[in-house]
């Protein structure tokens, strides 16, 4: 049974070419946006690229390129010689899963939907479908594992990240956000909403 889910996550696809993540494998999907060229690698150029592309400015890009590509690269890419260009493998993605957090991605990437519901079940005391920032703060604080520094970092980095893009105007993270960051649909919607304003501006 184990083996058999493995090699289902690791059952990468190609069409025309291009590298297309397992359907089944939330982590993957959540990652390969930011795969630029489709080539299944990830580069810290292309996390930049990414993170420009949603709409985050040139510092916050620039750190976390280094901060995903230098944290990721190595876990991702197993028995490979070590790479000064930090390439993040994506079918391996599953590989660099941090401790310290939610528990909604499995240890193979897939989605686990009793996880997810729980972080609301849980925290989202003021709305039950959004996060306040107060309310954020507790779940990382819940989350957190003794003497994991690297995990609690990632874990606070990510999940305030994510709060400062998408809160809402009475500062509310919601539910379906955060159901949309898992699959990585969030992203590809915040980049074509953004690509859509600027083409509004030059008419």
Not at 11 to 31: C, T, W
Request: hydrophobic fraction near 35%.
């Amino acid at each position: 049974m184990g083996s058999s889910s493995v090699s289902e996550t690791q059952n990468i696809q190609e069409v025309s070419g291009k590298f297309v993540p397992n359907e089944h494998d939330a982590l993957q999907r959540h990652v390969a946006f930011f795969d630029r060229n489709h080539d299944g690698i990830v580069y810290p150029w292309e996390t930049f690229l990414g993170f420009r592309a949603i709409g985050c400015g040139l510092l916050l890009s620039s750190f976390s390129a280094i901060f995903i590509n230098f944290g990721l690269s190595r876990q991702t890419r197993p028995g490979k010689s070590f790479s000064l260009l930090f390439p993040i493998e994506v079918r391996n993605i599953h590989k660099a899963k941090h401790g310290s957090d939610s528990g909604v991605y499995d240890s193979e990437g897939r989605f686990v939907p009793c996880k997810f519901e729980e972080i609301f079940i849980k925290h989202a005391h003021t709305n039950p479908n959004a996060l306040t920032s107060n309310e954020l703060n507790g779940l990382l604080k819940a989350n957190r594992e003794p003497n994991d520094r690297r995990g609690w970092l990632a874990a606070w980095t990510e999940w305030k990240i994510l709060y400062l893009l998408c809160k809402d105007k009475h500062g509310l993270l919601h539910k379906e956000t955060i159901r949309a960051v898992y699959d990585g649909s969030l992203f590809e919607r915040m980049e074509k909403e953004r690509s859509a304003a600027a083409a509004k501006k030059k008419e």
